[in-house]
């Protein structure tokens, strides 16, 4: 009740290689993470775009954003800010994107206090 969903999804298909178990998993983590940097109270969107190459899938939340000097080292595994948890679901869920579907994860953008936009590109086929 406290987290505004919103979904902007385009027109036709979007045709990738996809293992719906593993992307789901990595979907899933990446909303916990999203809903726990807004502590349970925010803004949370899934866009889904393309262009000539690539579906790209932008997850945005208005948590307390991400120093840009972290961008690389949140997906090492390990690495975390919260007081629970072992720091490795973003590094599982980039390796779940860049080895099984050959595609990349990255921060798009983040402002600290605003939120964040992380985006997953998968290549079309």
Same mark, same amino acid.
């Given at each position: 009740k406290l987290i505004n969903f919103s979904?902007?999804?385009p027109g036709g298909e979007l045709p990738v290689m996809l293992n719906k178990q593993l992307y789901g998993w990595t979907i899933e983590?990446?909303?916990?993470?999203?809903?726990?940097?807004?502590?349970?109270?925010?803004? +949370? =969107?899934?866009?889904?775009?393309?262009?000539?190459? $690539?579906?790209?899938?932008?997850i945005s939340d208005t948590g307390k954003g991400i120093p840009k000097s972290k961008f690389h080292s949140i997906f090492e595994p390990g690495f975390t800010t919260?007081?629970?948890?072992?720091?490795?679901? +973003? =590094?599982?869920?980039?390796?779940?994107?860049?080895? $099984?579907h050959d595609g990349r994860v990255s921060v798009l953008k983040s402002e600290i206090d605003k939120g964040t936009t992380m985006q997953i590109s998968l290549k079309l086929i």
């Amino acid at each position: 009740k406290l987290i505004n969903f919103s979904i902007d999804l385009p027109g036709g298909e979007l045709p990738v290689m996809l293992n719906k178990q593993l992307y789901g998993w990595t979907i899933e983590n990446m909303f916990k993470n999203a809903i726990d940097a807004m502590k349970g109270r925010g803004d +949370l =969107s899934i866009v889904i775009t393309r262009d000539t190459s $690539y579906a790209k899938v932008l997850i945005s939340d208005t948590g307390k954003g991400i120093p840009k000097s972290k961008f690389h080292s949140i997906f090492e595994p390990g690495f975390t800010t919260k007081k629970r948890g072992w720091g490795l679901g +973003l =590094s599982l869920a980039k390796r779940i994107i860049e080895e $099984y579907h050959d595609g990349r994860v990255s921060v798009l953008k983040s402002e600290i206090d605003k939120g964040t936009t992380m985006q997953i590109s998968l290549k079309l086929i």
